[in-house]
């Protein structure tokens, strides 16, 4: 357990991690008991930080894995579960949520995206609903999960998907193959190549189209990855902050009630909000991919 309030804030925002740890690596658990050199390379779940640290790039954050996933079933569950049990007659009160989202998503799309796909509806509606899932695990008390974690023996267990950038870059770089996907099949490679390196600088003049190519390449290249980049970075900044300000209200002890309250009813519109936005540019984007000029 945490002694000092930066060891309480670190435990708390640590991912229970598994990955590879190098041969002759030494291995120190969370109390500063030595446990001994790994005589080989081992893949394991870190125990410490600087263990999660060594494992290197290809360590897996168990905890984002397996609350995304589980997060992401519930949404098939649930609206698998109302779409079969759907009437005509006057809805339920699950239901009638259903339909107002899906009518929210569905203008959201008409308003925004001017291509033809049947896929980007289905998509929208499933970020907003999936982000919005993640973005609600903020408001379990900070203590219950990775108290009952420790206490069968998981070091850590951060339960908040997206404030892990792994997740929301993950989610924002497959979005950012779409919009390539879609850039390609509307204005084929050649379309796609012109958009990256005859913008926004253009001339007939071929001695200064070839002096131009490059930066506009340059401009237009840099656009278009800081695309997924914010997009990934937004939602995992204002998470991050979110759950870091619950930490340390956390730490206040008895008195954190008022304070705990306060700032979940405000946090509440940054989980929907955030939710909104990444669906929003993401249709925004796809738009723009799909638009042929």
């Known amino acids: 357990m945490a002694n000092t309030a930066s060891e309480y804030i670190g435990h708390h925002l640590q991912n229970l991690t598994y990955g590879k740890l190098p041969a002759g690596f030494e291995r120190i658990d969370a109390h500063g008991n030595v446990l001994g050199s790994l005589q080989a390379e081992t893949w394991t779940f870190a125990q410490t930080a600087a263990e999660a640290k060594a494992m290197g790039f290809w360590a897996l954050h168990v905890d984002s894995l ?19 049990k759907a009437e005509s007659g006057v809805p339920g009160g699950l239901q009638n949520l259903v339909e107002m989202l899906v009518e929210f998503v569905d203008k959201s799309v008409k308003d925004t995206y001017h291509g033809r796909s049947n896929l980007i509806a ?10 919005f899932f993640m973005n609600l695990m903020d408001l379990v008390p900070v203590d219950w999960i990775p108290g009952l974690a420790t206490l069968v023996g998981i070091p850590y267990m951060k339960i908040v998907p997206s404030t892990d950038p792994n997740i929301t870059l993950s989610m924002s770089f497959s979005v950012f193959a779409l919009v390539i996907f879609y850039s390609i099949r509307v204005k084929g490679i050649g379309g796609f190549i012109g958009e990256l390196t005859l913008h926004p600088f253009n001339t007939s003049n071929k001695v200064a189209q070839a002096f131009l190519i490059p930066v506009n390449f340059i401009l237009e290249f840099v656009t278009l990855i800081a695309k997924p980049i914010s997009l990934g970075l937004r939602l995992f900044g204002n998470l991050y902050a979110g759950e870091l300000l619950f930490i340390l209200i956390a ?9 705990h309250f306060g700032w979940a009813v405000f ?3 940054v989980i929907a909000l955030q939710a909104y936005i990444f669906m929003t540019l993401t249709i925004v984007y796809l738009s723009m991919a799909s638009e042929d000029h």
């Open 122 to 131: 289905p998509l929208a509606l499933t970020i907003f609903v999936w982000i």
């Open 251 to 259: 730490m206040i002890g008895y008195g954190q009630l008022p304070l």
């Open 66 to 84: 397996f609350w995304s996933v589980l997060l992401g079933l519930v949404f098939i569950t649930l609206f698998r579960s109302v779409a079969k």
């Open 267 to 269: 946090h509440i519109l």
